[in-house]
């Protein structure tokens, strides 16, 4: 059974750094087969995507809102997937997801499609605020 369980969030106040946890399990392949993508959703507002990879295509995206700020590393040791937070902004506050999707969908230069991602972690909060 697949399944994706993201941690490491918390609360954190302006300018500091978190680092989230995307742990995978239950993939037949290994992970660097699938495209990674991180999505946020604020309160009253859509879900959207944060970056992603794709290690087999060589895609790679990330929001104008979080560029230079987040990073999106994989452990394949760990079956792990990590964003690094940086610089966080109230504006950062959101439920953070990870998902995954098979090479060739979900992370494109021009953007990460949500309506390609198979599988969903559950999510973490990251709440910035002094």
């Known amino acids: 059974q697949v399944q994706l369980v993201e941690s490491g969030g918390g609360l954190v106040q302006p300018g500091g750094s978190l680092r989230l946890s995307c742990a995978a399990s239950?993939?037949?392949?290994?992970?660097?087969?699938?495209?990674i993508g991180w999505f946020r959703q604020a309160p009253g507002k859509r879900r959207e995507g944060v970056g992603c990879?794709?290690?087999?295509?060589?895609?790679?995206y990330y929001a104008d809102s979080v560029k230079g700020r987040f990073t999106i590393s994989r452990d394949n040791t760990k079956n792990t997937v990590y964003l690094q937070l940086n610089s966080l902004k109230p504006e950062d506050t959101a439920v953070y997801y990870c998902a995954t999707a098979d090479s060739g969908y979900g992370c494109h230069d021009s953007g990460s499609v949500s309506y390609e991602y198979d599988h969903w972690g559950q999510g973490t909060q990251v709440t910035v605020s002094s």
């Open positions: 239950g993939f037949t392949l290994e992970l660097d087969y699938y495209a």
């Open positions: 990879n794709n290690k087999m295509s060589g895609a790679e």
